[in-house]
């Protein structure tokens, strides 16, 4: 699924990287690396979309795709990963067929994947033993932001790997930038989305009351849209709200997967999040309503 907007790339030397993951981030992500003339090899577990991804990208330069993750890794300077959660993480790095088993001493995981930040602490661990290193990287800009490669990225890890790792991942990425050690790339992940649900709460109900009021709520988004009410939410779903139209992206199932990991870490840390678990539940209602594909701009569907 190539980008609808034609980008340039910078000047990076051509990589030897692998990507590991071709859902809806992975397939375009690992596209902008080979558009940007790095030479890729893909693995996904369901193999017919590395051959799909491979003959996509027949032109870039030498794509190839690979039965087990260890053979996607092996001889690439860098690995990239997006996967489903924690125990898809751990599938794709470790046992025999895993990526760490062949990766290159020196070689770097850099894993786009929403995951916990003590799974992150623990592959740095794993791959510090074995000489490798490890970047936790999680995205935000959802699908179009991957398609478009014009995601942001928040990493963890040490910064000699953050570095090296950065020119390669302006492929796909606006910015890419290191908030800390192993783990803080999750943590800031999770701040994200904390923002997001209550956000996306209070523009549902927002919309939802505007509409029961008899407002045009086309125009009223026009209007406070320019005031202190903006943010990116009412830019981009504002209106599709209006619409009823609930297929751009995010899936809410995956909203409830990274909430999870919020609440989780919010017990571990001591955190009060009321807001957010009164969202997740929130969620849960959509996805009783059949909900479960629709964006996380769906929530106003439970106000109706």
């Known amino acids: 699924m190539p980008s609808t907007n034609p980008r340039t790339y910078d000047a990076t030397p051509s990589r030897k990287v692998a990507f590991l993951g071709l859902g809806v981030m992975g397939y375009p992500m690992a596209g902008h690396l080979a558009l940007a003339g790095h ?10 979309k590395s051959v799909a991804w491979c003959a996509e990208y027949a032109g870039a330069k030498a794509p190839k795709h690979a039965t087990t993750p260890r053979e996607a890794a092996a001889g690439a300077d860098i690995v990239f990963c997006c996967v489903g959660n924690d ?26 994947t929403t995951a916990s930040a003590e799974v992150a602490r623990e592959l740095y661990a794993a791959a510090k033993a074995l000489g490798l290193q490890f970047v936790d990287a999680p995205v935000s800009g959802g699908q179009a932001g991957a398609q478009n490669g014009q995601l942001t990225v928040m990493c963890g890890g040490d910064a000699a790997a953050f570095d090296a790792a950065q020119p390669v991942a302006t492929a796909f990425s606006r910015a890419f930038t290191l908030l800390g050690e192993s783990g803080s790339g999750q943590l800031a992940k999770m701040v994200n989305q904390i923002c997001i649900a209550g956000l996306v709460q209070g523009l549902s109900e927002a919309v939802a009351f505007g509409q029961n009021a008899g407002l045009d709520m086309k125009q009223v988004l ?23 139209k609930f297929d751009f992206g995010f899936a809410v199932d995956w909203m409830r997967k990274d909430l999870g990991l919020v609440l989780d870490e919010a017990k571990r840390n001591g955190s009060r999040v009321p807001v957010t678990a009164l969202v997740d539940q929130f969620y849960a209602d959509v996805q009783q309503m059949g909900g479960n594909r629709w964006d996380t701009s769906s929530l106003i569907k439970r106000l109706k």
């Open 39 to 48: 030479e890729v090899t893909v693995y996904n577990r369901t193999a017919t």
């Open 87 to 112: 125990n898809d993480l751990r599938s794709v790095t470790l046992g025999a067929d895993g990526a760490f088993a062949g990766m290159q001493p020196g070689a770097i995981f850099v894993d786009h």
């Open 222 to 244: 026009d209007v406070i849209g320019k005031g202190a009410a903006q943010s990116w939410q009412m830019d981009n779903r504002g209106k599709t709200m209006v619409d009823g």
